[in-house]
């Protein structure tokens, strides 16, 4: 009897350490789409995670996965089974904070080296941006030996946070500005970057300027960093406009803060005249927020082969983006899952060519409220054609059109709606409700002040043409502020002046 009680007595114990995917997974696909001619199962491989921000295809045919709290784990593609590595210790989780980007390296046998970047503390307390090198032990299948490699400035957000192994290599960082603009032109300043070290976290020798680990310049938020045959690309958040992909060349400064995506206001020509600045590969105007990107080579679906594929937090999409056949230009873009799973923060690529993206519904920004199961790392593969189903619908989600949709609602969600949320409520100490706010409802001198000139983190929007803007305005006011009158294209004219 006393055996009995003991057992029961660790059953809720035991729910710690095995993780809730330890049985088989669902056969046949929970969903199938299509891709093409593809046809595509969907699979939940690991669900109710502490939203992972980084997912790598280990050595072990596993798939190794961060999570924002803190946690390095991985999890067995073919039966849902899990294993903590490591918890990482002096993790500092705020907002866009915490355990981020992970990478292996290519050749763990030779290299058992995991890189990783949190952020946490330094040795004065002060918060900071960290790169640290593991090593991973295969016997005890653990991470030890933790080296730091680099410890960088960190400041509210924009913390960028990628790294991936170059093929002569040297180990590439992506780091945010720190939403201190001056950064990501301040060559000795390592926020807003692409960083090149070797292994051992020293400086190349032909790194191009001599002592210093930058390589590429003029980022603001880089998410994504990926190469495809030999070249290197990068997904960076913009502010209100234009984020961008980027072909990230040696020496080259992609102008931020002075330009975003192309240059193609007055504003921009005298600085782009002074320097040279590299153009984006695609710029998107209602942003998108592009997050991890990965690139796909596998015949297994064809359609996806020779693209980038960018996760997208705002997008709430998958995107293929295929590059030409020298890689500096893309020829055409498809736009997968859109509003399907949610936020995608990530995505990595197996050898047998299955697609693997990771949710980011529980973080400090959800667009709406998280699944039950929620977050996940979802196996996107191709199906035999004796069980794909024909009336499966298309991978490419057709939504209402802006001629059916109102247009102001449409402007808000392209707009407003991924901090202030669909219902005006906002989200609590950092996106205020529009919902009864004196300032939609009041003075709609106020409101136009406010919108066309930024105010603390929100930018402005002064971009947004006369006529598109007062019917934004109108929408806000008519939905959050009841009573409210109209703005017209004239009041918006009369309020730049």
């Not at 946070?161 to 390592?190: C, H, L, W």
Request: hydrophobic residues 35%; contains cysteine; glycine residues 8%.
């Amino acid at each position: 009897m006393m055996r009995f009680i003991r057992i029961v007595a660790l059953l809720p114990l035991a729910g710690l350490f095995i993780h809730c995917n330890s049985s088989k997974l669902s056969n046949p696909p929970e969903q199938q789409f299509r891709i093409g001619a593809s046809t595509v199962g969907i699979q939940s491989v690991a669900t109710h995670l502490n939203v992972p921000w980084q997912i790598a295809w280990g050595p072990d045919q596993q798939i190794w996965y961060t999570e924002q709290s803190g946690n390095i784990s991985k999890v067995n593609p073919e039966n849902g089974k899990t294993k903590r590595l490591l918890t990482v210790p002096d993790v500092f989780r705020d907002r866009t904070s915490g355990l981020l980007g992970m990478t292996l390296h290519p050749d763990m046998k030779a290299h058992p080296y995991v890189f990783i970047n949190y952020t946490g503390y330094s040795k004065e307390k002060n918060k900071v941006s960290k790169v640290v090198r593991y090593t991973y032990n295969e016997l005890k299948d653990t991470l030890l030996n933790p080296v730091v490699f680099l410890e960088y400035p960190a400041w509210s957000s924009h913390f960028g946070s990628r790294i991936v192994i170059a093929p002569d290599g040297m180990v590439m960082i992506s780091t945010g500005d720190g939403a201190q603009d001056g950064n990501a032109q301040n060559i000795k300043s390592p926020n807003g970057k692409v960083l090149r070290y070797n292994l051992e976290g020293k400086i190349p020798v032909d790194n191009p300027v001599k002592g210093n680990a930058v390589w590429a310049w003029g980022l603001r938020n880089p998410q994504g960093l990926v190469y495809a045959n030999g070249k290197l690309y990068c997904s960076d958040h913009g502010d209100a406009t234009d984020d961008e992909v980027n072909l990230i060349r040696k020496g080259a400064n992609y102008g931020w803060p002075f330009i975003e995506g192309f240059v193609d206001t007055e504003k921009e020509k005298p600085f782009a005249k002074d320097a040279i600045v590299i153009a984006p590969l695609r710029s998107w105007t209602p942003t998108i927020a592009p997050a991890g990107m990965a690139y796909y080579s596998s015949d297994k679906i064809p359609e996806l082969k020779g693209s980038l594929l960018l996760t997208t937090l705002k997008g709430n999409s998958l995107h293929s983006l295929t590059l030409n056949t020298t890689g500096t230009g893309i020829t055409k873009e498809l736009n997968y899952f859109e509003k399907t799973f949610g936020r995608l923060r990530s995505v990595c690529v197996s050898p047998a060519g299955d697609v693997y993206v990771a949710t980011s519904n529980r973080d400090w920004n959800p667009n709406a409220a998280p699944a039950k199961n929620d977050d996940r790392i979802i196996r996107i593969y191709r199906l035999d054609a004796k069980h794909a189903n024909p009336t499966a619908k298309s991978a490419v989600i057709v939504h209402k059109s802006t001629a059916v949709l109102n247009k102001g609602a449409l402007l808000y969600t392209n707009y407003c709606a991924s901090c202030h949320k669909e219902d005006g409520k906002g989200i609590e100490n950092a996106f205020p409700a529009l919902l009864k706010s004196p300032v939609v409802a009041g003075d709609k001198n106020q409101l136009m002040h406010t919108v066309l000139n930024g105010k603390n983190a929100m930018p402005k929007f002064s971009f947004i043409e006369d006529n598109d803007l007062a019917v934004l305005l109108s929408y806000v006011r008519k939905q959050f502020g009841p009573g409210a009158d109209a703005v017209s294209a004239a009041d918006i004219k009369s309020a730049k002046k």
